[in-house]
């Protein structure tokens, strides 16, 4: 079994600066994925970032980098110079035995 | 990226009715795709894994003569939910990866379905 673990419900950042969300993950499998996604009050459901269990580089893309820190099972999502349109639900996932499982998702709000 | 469709984005039915969701990947082949159901400010759920010329895998607790998988393409699952209730209104999302298991889904944009 799989378990995504997202502590923050909710979080506040001012625009410009960084912001980290959590996530801790549970999985016997060797060989997974993580994923960090972002939906929009439209329900959309926008891929951001990938990290691969045996990656040795955490992954990064544009604002968004990942901080994966295996023995801690943990995968926290890191955005630099928040955007107001950055105000979403972030969610992360698990890939394993065939399919994503999701976390209960932290609310971000952006302040200008 | 890759592109997935869902229509309608919305509908709503009486209760009783049989409603459709569409879901196609636009650029791409699927042989796999997931139905997520999703309740306000809650996580995604899994429903169903849907699997193109055979049967769809329903996640426990799904029952599966009420939703009604069907992947007859490498491009299209639709999902039927039968005799809707209003207990059935939620936010119904598609999502299908490109390649292989564990690569990158892909999600519709969403099916917000009300049922009166």
């Known amino acids: 079994a799989q378990k995504i673990t997202q502590t923050q419900p909710g979080m506040f950042v001012q625009e410009k600066e960084a912001v980290t969300l959590d996530c801790t993950y549970d999985?016997?499998?060797?060989?997974?994925?993580l994923f960090w996604y972002k939906q929009p009050s439209s329900g959309e459901m926008i891929f951001l970032i990938y990290q691969g269990s045996y990656d040795e580089q955490n992954a990064t893309e544009g604002r968004y980098s990942l901080n994966f820190q295996k023995a801690r099972k943990s995968a926290n999502l890191v955005i630099s110079a928040s955007q107001l349109g950055d105000s979403a639900m972030y969610f992360c996932?698990?890939?394993?035995?065939?399919?994503?499982?999701f976390g209960q998702g932290t609310i971000l709000t952006v302040h200008p | 990226g890759a592109v997935v469709s869902q229509h309608p984005s919305r509908v709503i039915c009486k209760s009783g009715t049989s409603v459709k969701i569409e879901c196609r990947s636009l650029?791409?082949?699927?042989?796999?795709m997931f139905w997520y159901r999703q309740f306000p400010k809650k996580s995604l759920m899994l429903m169903a894994t849907s699997n193109e010329g055979s049967k769809a895998t329903y996640e426990q607790g799904v029952e599966k003569d009420k939703f009604l998988i069907n992947h007859a393409s490498l491009t299209l699952s639709t999902l039927t939910v039968t005799s809707a209730h209003p207990e059935d209104s939620s936010f119904y999302i598609c999502s299908a990866h490109k390649d292989h298991p564990g690569e990158t889904q892909y999600f519709g944009p969403g099916t917000r379905l009300l049922v009166l």
């Open positions: 999985t016997s499998d060797q060989s997974y994925g």
């Open positions: 996932a698990i890939h394993g035995y065939g399919k994503l499982t």
């Open positions: 650029d791409f082949q699927a042989t796999t």
